[in-house]
């Protein structure tokens, strides 16, 4: 079994910084891409940035110069640098790994519960 778990949201207020993480854990067999979105209330879940095991970064638009993603792969771990926050960043931000998972024929996608991230302006 494995898991996904996000921490590190939070309330700030615009042009702040925030940084949440997230870390995968259990019978993991490997991992090749990490991902973050996020959606806010009442819209769709929306992408907005990825990185690969070999650490190539592609990001949405919308956060282009303003967020940067990062991993270790020693940790299972991705982060989420995002600076310059906007009021219409708050939403709920989602990490999604995809892993195989020992025990399992292949890779598939898991995702964690969310975290909540508030910019006031």
């Known amino acids: 079994q494995v898991q996904v778990v996000e921490s590190g949201g939070g309330l700030v207020q615009a042009g702040g910084s925030l940084s949440p993480s997230c870390v995968a854990s259990g019978r993991i067999k490997s991992i090749n891409d990490m991902e973050w979105y996020r959606q806010a209330p009442g819209k769709q879940r929306d992408f907005i940035t990825a990185i690969t095991r070999g650490l190539n970064t592609n990001y949405a638009d919308s956060v282009k110069g303003r967020f940067t993603i990062s991993r270790d792969n020693a940790k299972n771990t991705v982060y989420l640098q995002m600076n310059s926050l906007k009021p219409e960043d708050t939403a709920v931000y989602y990490c999604?790994?995809?892993?195989?998972?020992?025990?399992?024929?292949?890779?598939?996608?898991?995702w964690g519960q969310g975290t909540q991230v508030t910019v006031s302006s």
């Open positions: 999604k790994t995809r892993m195989w998972a020992r025990g399992t024929d292949g890779f598939r996608d898991y």
